[in-house]
């Protein structure tokens, strides 16, 4: 965000974390990596019936520059491992992964030579979401998941 | 109207002794050639019994198949799967090729029906079966770095193998298109 480099006094640092915490879990911008049906349910997700709007994260952006959530969604191939990586590491500081479905955590039942057993594989992963393909009150109960995380966060580990 | 036996007893009538096994199962004939009369047998059925179109291309391992009681060891590993459509009778047809290991090679087609171009790709990619005059036998499916071939009955199961970069082509396959 660049706030925190300006805080230089303790006492204002633990005041300010709060504040851009504040900001940050309700203004999440994710960006999605759908790739199976893992990303349909995602539509749900979205849409005014369970509406990830009430969370502050609906801005979905599909450059990874311009995004501070990475929500994988569905099966990973070894082809694709690569891409993944890079659009992990072209999000800026600070960001988030959120894992969605059997696919993306585990391989799921893609036991085999083309897919990656769980992105966790590639990338650092915050939050698991278990189904297949989940719910989507389970995707955003992980969205607030994330969000008790970044509360326990200091601005000042992101730098 | 031309069935399916009626097509196979053509083939059988022009190729005779040529022709390794026919057989019928549920009403689907398949005829098994050498590698070498592939090409005179597709282009029978193209030119003469008006299949023009080559539906799929595919390949099967045998290696440790068991046939049931009674039924002697393949003589061959592999075989290369050809199934043919006639749109103008109505009719299927599949023509087998017997590979009996890796160091056979197969004609390629491509030149007869463009969609074998990546369809022999396929096969090359999962069982190593070599297109002779294939004009670009690269991998489609897995990825540059990955070493043997995946449907292979002996490649272990538990076997990963990751790329280290994205491919050069992965949105648009220029070799394609030169």
Known sequence: MGLETQVTSPFLATRMDEVINWGRKY?????????????IEF??????RFDISRFG??????????ADL?????TITQKQAPVLKQIYDQMP????????????????FYDNYTTVQGIDEIIPVDVYVAGCPPRPENVIGAVVKIMEKIDREKAADWR | MMTEADVAAKVQERFGGRIL?????????????APKDLREVLLFLRDTLAFEWLIDVGGVDYLGYDDGPGKDEREWRFEVVYAMLSMANNVR?????????ESVTVPSVWDLWAIANWEEREVWDMYGIVFEHH???????????FVGHALRKDYPITRRQKLSAPSENILCDRSEIA
């Open chain 1, 93 to 108: 500081n600070p960001k988030w992964v959120l894992s969605m479905g059997a696919c993306a955590s585990t391989g799921g």
């Open chain 1, 57 to 66: 994260a609906e801005l979905v952006r599909f450059s990874p520059r311009q």
């Open chain 2, 135 to 145: 004009p670009n036998l690269r991998r489609i499916l897995c990825h540059d770095e």
């Open chain 2, 93 to 101: 047809f599949r023509v087998k090729v017997a590979v009996a290991d």
């Open chain 1, 43 to 48: 539509m749900g997700v979205v849409s005014s």
């Open chain 1, 70 to 74: 990475l929500l994988v969604m569905g």
């Open chain 2, 21 to 33: 096994a026919a057989n019928a199962f549920r009403g689907q004939s398949v005829v098994t050639i």
């Open chain 1, 27 to 39: 203004s999440m911008w994710p960006m999605p990596f759908g790739t199976a049906c893992c990303a």
